[in-house]
């Protein structure tokens, strides 16, 4: 994985058909998506339930690219290994699911993947300023956690104060929820550079037509980049 601050449209695969996982990262992948985002719930730091390592090891060969893994769980650390082995490239944590966010981050990048600390709408961007020289990513949560298709939560002002303080820093901003072509360019023109995005990338098609999904992709893309198609 290298570094840069080009915008990068991150398919969350909770919108994607579960019988279909591989096809559908697949798909996305050769329709023009950066980086695939894999939401992990447990039904306990979140009220809703996806899957777990297992799920993530056989999708892991389907992905060519980056395997970016949100962990919405606690405890954290006690999976942080498997989730590692898997070959999760990014793994995220919440700031929120414990008390010790210091040891899971060493723990994540001690295991060799990039660290992320993700942020509810909650926390405020000085939550995460202590943990600036840990993380490789922090993680803009524009809904709570939990589910698909809900509505954007404008944070544009906490994104502001995290490019701020990242500087200089390799440390991606993610944004996380509700993210469309009407949103994306307040979060890009933020400070944002990956932008997860579920619903608005998987409506109107599917494995065996994935065409929406490049236009659905493209759209974002393009309207982060400030260029309106
Ligand atoms: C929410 C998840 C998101 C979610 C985004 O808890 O972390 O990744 O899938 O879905 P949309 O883009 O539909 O808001
Ligand atoms: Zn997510």
Not at 43 to 71: E, Q, S
Not at 168 to 190: K, M, N, S, Y
Request: charged share 20%; aromatic share 6%.
């Amino acid at each position: 994985m290298t570094f840069d601050r080009k915008i990068k449209i991150a398919p969350s695969i909770l919108a994607a058909d579960f019988a279909n996982f591989g096809a559908e990262c697949a798909a996305i992948e050769a329709q023009g998506a950066d980086w695939v985002h894999v939401d992990v719930m447990d039904g306990h730091f979140v009220p809703n339930i996806t899957f777990g390592p297992a799920t993530c090891a056989a999708i892991r060969p389907h992905i060519k690219g980056v395997m970016d893994v949100h962990l919405m769980i606690a405890p954290v650390d006690p999976y942080i290994d498997a989730f590692a082995a898997v070959g999760a490239d990014v793994i995220t944590a919440h700031i929120e699911a414990g008390p010790h966010i210091h040891r899971t981050l060493q723990a994540i990048r001690a295991a060799g993947a990039r660290a992320g600390v993700a942020v509810n709408p909650g926390t405020p961007a000085s939550a995460v300023e202590p943990l600036l020289d840990m993380i490789d990513l922090v993680c803009v949560m524009t809904v709570n956690p939990g589910f698909g298709g809900q509505k954007f939560i404008d944070m544009t002002d906490k994104i502001r104060a995290l490019r701020r303080m990242i500087g200089d820093r390799p440390i991606h901003i993610e944004i996380d929820g509700g993210v469309d072509p009407d949103t994306a360019p307040l979060v890009a023109r933020a400070g944002a550079d990956v932008l997860v995005a579920g619903s608005a990338v998987f409506k109107g098609g599917s494995v065996s037509n994935p065409a929406p999904y490049g236009d659905n992709i493209r759209a974002i893309r393009a309207a982060a980049e400030g260029v309106y198609a």
